[in-house]
C-alpha cells in the first residue's frame, strides 16, 4: 500500500494549484453588486497578485482593456511579451465519435 500524505502537505499542494503565488486578479473598483467583468468597460479595475496568503494590490487599471493586457502580458499592438507561455485549448475530455 502507499503512504498517504498528512494532511497538511496534502492542503498546502492543494491551496498552491488553487491560487498560485503570484498569480494576478482584477477586481472591479465602483460600488454595486457583484457582476461579470466585461459588464461595465469603462470602470477601472483594481490589480491583486497572490502572494501566498493574501491578495495585495499591485496596480490600477484605467478600464477593462487595460486590465486584460496588464493580466496577460499583452503589450502595445497586442504582442506578447517574450517568457510568458501562452496557453493553448485543451482537447475536451471524453469519448470521440467517429462522423
Same mark, same amino acid.
Given at each position: 500500500?502507499?503512504?498517504?500524505?498528512?494532511?497538511?502537505?496534502?492542503?498546502?499542494?492543494?491551496?498552491?494549484?488553487?491560487?498560485?503565488?503570484?498569480?494576478?486578479?482584477?477586481?472591479?473598483?465602483?460600488?454595486?453588486?457583484?457582476?461579470?467583468? *466585461?459588464?461595465?468597460?469603462?470602470?477601472?479595475?483594481?490589480?491583486?497578485?497572490?502572494?501566498? /496568503?493574501?491578495?495585495?494590490?499591485?496596480?490600477?487599471?484605467?478600464? /477593462?482593456?487595460?486590465?486584460?493586457?496588464?493580466? *496577460? +502580458?499583452?503589450?502595445?499592438? +497586442?504582442?506578447?511579451?517574450? +517568457?510568458?507561455?501562452?496557453?493553448?485549448?485543451?482537447?475536451?475530455?471524453?469519448?470521440?465519435?467517429?462522423?
Amino acid at each position: 500500500m502507499d503512504e498517504e500524505k498528512p494532511l497538511a502537505s496534502w492542503a498546502a499542494g492543494r491551496e498552491q494549484r488553487l491560487r498560485p503565488v503570484g498569480q494576478l486578479w482584477a477586481v472591479r473598483l465602483m460600488d454595486g453588486r457583484p457582476r461579470g467583468a *466585461h459588464v461595465a468597460p469603462g470602470e477601472p479595475r483594481l490589480i491583486v497578485r497572490r502572494d501566498g /496568503y493574501q491578495w495585495l494590490p499591485e496596480t490600477v487599471a484605467e478600464d /477593462y482593456a487595460a486590465a486584460q493586457r496588464i493580466l *496577460h +502580458g499583452i503589450e502595445g499592438g +497586442g504582442v506578447p511579451r517574450p +517568457g510568458r507561455s501562452v496557453r493553448l485549448p485543451r482537447k475536451a475530455p471524453g469519448r470521440h465519435r467517429k462522423p
